[in-house]
């Protein structure tokens, strides 16, 4: 693929769709948001804008702040996915007034995660699900049959003694979170639903699964309520292509292992790169990898497309 695959299969949806696209390939969190907003001025306000997401999640704050900011840029989103749209990915896709999910697009559950901090028993998950938590108790009753009362008051105070009480309610608020922020964002989606099957949706992305990574389909979308397109063959070919070429962006280059690409954002005018490389310290040899000295530095790279 040559170098300026991305932009041709911008060019060949722009010409398919009729609508300026945005490729947003990346973790949704503050730094992504202000990358999109550097894209998203320089192409100014428009009626419709397509938006290819490919992420494998991201922070609850940061997805909403991003479907705002899409808002302020374009009377009406349009999310396509080729593949993955996970956690907070899914999130940003219930903000879309149209969702075009390709065959192999997945979704994902919205369940909070929060990341472990400090010193941790060697047996402790690298992240905690709130749901994770709030199953403990039913765990509980249908593995060891706890039924009574004051053995549901031990149970809590396992978990109490396990995970510090005010992280106990940080989870709890992590979770208020989650459904407040989606909802509100499922209004775009479906401003003619009523609150009730707004909050069911909700529900069922929050806690109807039994895995974080639960892969939600296409199918499983529609039938639960979100307004799902099916994109047309040409449409479709050209969603995998861009995805193709997405995964050789992201694909260590011959002579470059001391740098890789590890995000993407691109529009018709621009391409931004997150790239991670060595930045060489002392003591330590430049160009070496294993060196003593030797860090990893991020930084975004901007890359002007002649239109």
């Known amino acids: 693929m040559p170098e300026n695959g991305i932009q041709s299969h911008i060019a060949t949806l722009t010409e398919l769709r009729g609508n300026p696209v945005i490729v947003y390939a990346s973790v949704i969190n503050d730094d992504g948001v202000r990358i999109a907003y550097e894209c998203l001025r320089r192409m100014g306000h428009v009626s419709q804008l397509d938006v290819v997401l490919s992420t494998g999640g991201g922070t609850i704050t940061a997805a909403r702040r991003l479907a705002l900011l899409l808002r302020e840029y374009a009377s009406r989103i349009a999310i396509l996915v080729p593949y993955r749209a996970r956690s907070a990915g899914t999130l940003l896709c219930l903000s879309a007034n149209e969702l075009t999910l390709g065959p192999m697009a997945e979704l994902g559950p919205l369940d909070p995660q929060v990341g472990t901090a400090g010193a941790m028993p060697p047996d402790a998950p690298p992240a905690i699900s709130a749901q994770d938590i709030q199953a403990f108790p039913a765990m509980a009753k249908d593995w060891f049959g706890v039924e009574r009362a004051e053995d549901r008051l031990q149970v809590l105070a396992l978990v109490a003694q396990r995970i510090f009480p005010t992280s106990l309610s940080a989870f709890y608020r992590f979770d208020r979170l989650a459904r407040q922020v989606a909802d509100e964002l499922l209004a775009y989606q479906l401003p003619d639903a009523g609150a009730d099957v707004r ?61 890789s690409v590890t995000a993407l954002i691109a529009s018709a005018s621009v391409i931004a790169r997150e790239v991670y490389q060595l930045a060489d310290g002392s003591p330590g040899a430049p160009g070496t990898p294993s060196s003593a000295g030797n860090r990893l530095r991020s930084s975004w790279e901007f890359e002007e497309c002649a239109l």
Do not use: N, S
């Open 199 to 259: 909050q069911g949706i909700v529900q069922q992305l929050v806690a109807g699964y039994a895995a974080h990574d639960y892969a939600i389909t296409r199918a499983e979308a529609r039938c639960m309520g979100l307004q799902v397109r099916v994109p047309p063959d040409r449409e479709e070919q050209c969603l995998w292509d861009l995805e193709q070429a997405l995964r050789l962006q992201f694909a260590a280059k011959p002579g470059e292992v001391e740098r």
